[in-house]
């Protein structure tokens, strides 16, 4: 399975505490890290990055990283990368494969639940997004958050910011096709900004858009590596570290054998968010 990370944004919030928000570190490893450790663990052997703010540097992470952790990482840079985070989507065309694993550099999951989305069975230009039903997190900034309303069969019917009438949030991971590109491409084309959560909206409208068929129950189980909203009331620095140490701060070994070994229910992802505290992130000396 392929990976797509859009990592190109200037991740405004964080300028104050880290150059590069891929870069930034959490618990000693920078988010970009996590996030491909986690897509590796889950069943992901090709990742293709999408560049642009402090691109150079992101790069050179990158490849040192894939070398260190003989991965199997490309990098494509987004020249367009003050535009909506789709037209990310749209400069990596030409590396996809018709099915992929679309990400964010900045969304912090268990494995576990990415491998559950790769083995979703979809048809050939359906995308399933990943949700989170735990309406009444108090982490979650309901000003910044993506909304997302379902039908009784799993499809998406609306997706946007500040919606009303909404039964989930947008956890930013996709079992993705080609048909998105298309679709974020005609919103373009529309005069729309080209967003992802446009592109969506275009494919729900064909019905082309839902969420998993039976996700895990929710409330019980193992957690999810959340990340913290600018806005919202942070925990003690404690128990931010601790909610943190998640994956990859054991190894690929270890941690598949914890996968394998798990039987609890697992929960579906907290809404991930922007991380907005220097308690536990710090920018990298390189």
Request: a positive charge; hydrophobic letters at 45%.
């Amino acid at each position: 399975m392929q990976g797509l990370i859009v990592a190109a944004g200037q991740g405004v919030r964080l300028r104050d505490i880290a150059r590069s928000k891929p870069l930034a570190l959490v618990n000693g490893v920078p988010l970009i890290e996590r996030v491909i450790e986690q897509a590796s663990l889950a069943g992901v052997d090709e990742i293709v990055v999408v560049t642009g703010y402090e691109a150079r540097r992101l790069e050179a992470f990158l490849r040192r990283l894939a070398t260190r952790k003989n991965l199997n990482i490309l990098t494509v840079r987004n020249l367009a990368w003050k535009m909506a985070n789709g037209h990310s989507v749209a400069a990596a065309e030409p590396r996809l494969a018709d099915r992929f694993l679309l990400m964010m550099a900045d969304h912090l999951l268990d494995p576990s639940i990415i491998a559950d989305l790769i083995s979703t069975a979809a048809g050939p230009d359906e995308v399933v997004l990943a949700v989170d039903r735990r309406l009444h997190n108090p982490l979650v900034d309901l000003d910044d958050v993506t909304r997302v309303r379902t039908d009784s069969q799993g499809h998406i019917v609306a997706i946007g910011k500040l919606m009303e009438g909404y039964d989930a949030f947008d956890t930013g991971v996709f079992l993705a096709s080609r048909a998105l590109v298309a679709a974020i491409r005609q919103d373009v084309e529309a005069g729309g900004s080209g967003g992802i959560s446009e592109g969506m909206r275009r494919l729900a409208a064909r019905g082309l858009a839902r969420v998993p068929a039976a996700p895990a129950p929710v409330g019980s189980g193992r957690r999810s590596c959340p990340e913290y909203p600018a806005k919202a009331r942070l925990p003690p620095a404690r128990e931010l570290q601790k909610h943190l140490s998640c994956p990859p701060a054991e190894s690929h070994r270890e941690a598949r054998a914890r996968m394998k070994a798990d039987t609890v229910s697992r929960v579906h992802p907290g809404q991930a968010m922007e991380l907005a505290t220097a308690a536990a992130i710090e920018s990298p000396a390189a």
